[in-house]
Nanobody, 123 residues
Framework: QVQLVESGGGLVQAGGSLRLSCAAS????????LGWFRQAPGEEREFVSG????????FYADSVKGRFTISRDNAKNTVYLQMNNLKPEDTAVYYC????????????????WGQGTQVTVSS
Protein backbone atom coordinates (compact mmCIF):
# COMPACT_ATOMS: atom_id res chain seq x y z
CA GLN A 1 0.00 0.00 0.00
CA VAL A 2 1.22 3.47 -0.90
CA GLN A 3 0.05 6.92 0.15
CA LEU A 4 1.16 9.82 -2.05
CA VAL A 5 1.18 13.53 -1.20
CA GLU A 6 2.31 16.14 -3.73
CA SER A 7 3.75 19.53 -2.85
CA GLY A 8 5.70 22.35 -4.45
CA GLY A 9 3.11 23.74 -6.80
CA GLY A 10 2.42 27.43 -7.08
CA LEU A 11 2.50 30.46 -9.32
CA VAL A 12 5.53 31.13 -11.48
CA GLN A 13 6.35 33.36 -14.42
CA ALA A 14 6.98 31.92 -17.86
CA GLY A 15 10.59 30.85 -18.12
CA GLY A 16 10.82 30.17 -14.42
CA SER A 17 11.24 26.94 -12.51
CA LEU A 18 9.46 24.86 -9.92
CA ARG A 19 10.30 21.62 -8.19
CA LEU A 20 7.43 19.32 -7.34
CA SER A 21 7.79 16.69 -4.66
CA CYS A 22 5.73 13.62 -3.98
CA ALA A 23 6.21 12.04 -0.58
CA ALA A 24 5.22 8.41 -0.29
CA SER A 25 4.56 6.10 2.59
CA UNK A 26 5.02 2.38 2.37
CA UNK A 27 8.06 0.15 2.46
CA UNK A 28 7.46 -1.04 -1.07
CA UNK A 29 8.26 2.41 -2.46
CA UNK A 30 11.66 1.44 -3.87
CA UNK A 31 10.06 -1.32 -5.92
CA UNK A 32 7.31 0.85 -7.40
CA UNK A 33 7.31 2.67 -10.65
CA LEU A 34 6.31 6.32 -10.37
CA GLY A 35 4.73 8.74 -12.77
CA TRP A 36 3.75 12.37 -13.00
CA PHE A 37 0.56 13.40 -14.77
CA ARG A 38 -1.19 16.71 -15.24
CA GLN A 39 -4.71 17.84 -15.95
CA ALA A 40 -5.69 21.24 -17.28
CA PRO A 41 -9.25 22.59 -16.92
CA GLY A 42 -11.60 20.85 -19.31
CA GLU A 43 -8.92 18.39 -20.43
CA GLU A 44 -8.19 14.78 -19.65
CA ARG A 45 -5.29 13.80 -17.47
CA GLU A 46 -2.10 13.42 -19.50
CA PHE A 47 1.23 11.76 -18.91
CA VAL A 48 4.23 13.93 -18.09
CA SER A 49 7.04 11.67 -16.90
CA GLY A 50 7.76 8.25 -15.43
CA UNK A 51 10.62 6.60 -13.59
CA UNK A 52 11.44 2.99 -12.80
CA UNK A 53 11.88 1.67 -9.28
CA UNK A 54 15.65 1.87 -9.39
CA UNK A 55 15.62 5.27 -11.06
CA UNK A 56 17.61 3.85 -13.94
CA UNK A 57 14.94 4.38 -16.56
CA UNK A 58 13.09 7.63 -17.17
CA PHE A 59 10.48 8.56 -19.72
CA TYR A 60 9.07 11.93 -20.76
CA ALA A 61 6.24 13.27 -22.82
CA ASP A 62 7.50 15.09 -25.90
CA SER A 63 5.97 18.31 -24.63
CA VAL A 64 8.30 18.45 -21.62
CA LYS A 65 11.41 16.65 -22.84
CA GLY A 66 14.49 18.76 -22.24
CA ARG A 67 12.71 20.99 -19.74
CA PHE A 68 11.53 18.63 -17.00
CA THR A 69 13.56 16.10 -15.04
CA ILE A 70 12.15 13.32 -12.92
CA SER A 71 14.18 11.79 -10.11
CA ARG A 72 13.64 9.79 -6.97
CA ASP A 73 15.28 9.39 -3.60
CA ASN A 74 14.20 6.05 -2.25
CA ALA A 75 15.87 6.71 1.10
CA LYS A 76 13.50 9.66 1.53
CA ASN A 77 10.52 7.95 -0.11
CA THR A 78 10.21 10.90 -2.44
CA VAL A 79 9.93 11.48 -6.17
CA TYR A 80 10.66 14.87 -7.71
CA LEU A 81 9.78 16.69 -10.87
CA GLN A 82 12.14 19.54 -11.63
CA MET A 83 10.40 21.86 -14.09
CA ASN A 84 12.51 24.42 -15.92
CA ASN A 85 11.65 26.94 -18.61
CA LEU A 86 7.99 26.74 -17.73
CA LYS A 87 5.40 27.79 -20.27
CA PRO A 88 1.78 28.92 -19.81
CA GLU A 89 0.63 25.67 -21.39
CA ASP A 90 2.22 23.82 -18.47
CA THR A 91 -0.52 25.21 -16.23
CA ALA A 92 -2.40 22.28 -14.73
CA VAL A 93 -2.98 20.25 -11.62
CA TYR A 94 -0.05 17.86 -11.31
CA TYR A 95 -0.52 14.39 -9.87
CA CYS A 96 1.95 11.72 -8.92
CA UNK A 97 1.09 8.07 -9.35
CA UNK A 98 2.61 4.77 -8.30
CA UNK A 99 2.32 1.18 -9.39
CA UNK A 100 4.09 -2.02 -8.34
CA UNK A 101 5.38 -2.68 -11.86
CA UNK A 102 4.46 0.15 -14.22
CA UNK A 103 6.10 3.51 -14.86
CA UNK A 104 4.93 4.36 -18.36
CA UNK A 105 2.42 6.68 -19.94
CA UNK A 106 -0.87 4.81 -19.57
CA UNK A 107 -2.67 6.40 -16.64
CA UNK A 108 -5.04 3.48 -16.12
CA UNK A 109 -2.09 1.23 -15.29
CA UNK A 110 -1.29 3.11 -12.07
CA UNK A 111 -2.94 1.87 -8.90
CA UNK A 112 -2.15 4.74 -6.52
CA TRP A 113 -2.63 8.49 -6.93
CA GLY A 114 -1.96 11.62 -4.96
CA GLN A 115 -4.45 14.45 -4.56
CA GLY A 116 -2.66 16.84 -6.91
CA THR A 117 -0.91 20.19 -6.66
CA GLN A 118 -1.71 23.26 -8.74
CA VAL A 119 0.91 24.74 -11.05
CA THR A 120 0.10 28.06 -12.68
CA VAL A 121 2.46 29.68 -15.18
CA SER A 122 1.81 33.30 -16.04
CA SER A 123 2.75 34.84 -19.37
Amino acid sequence: QVQLVESGGGLVQAGGSLRLSCAASGRTFSSYGLGWFRQAPGEEREFVSGISGSGGITFYADSVKGRFTISRDNAKNTVYLQMNNLKPEDTAVYYCAADPTYWGSRRREYNYWGQGTQVTVSS
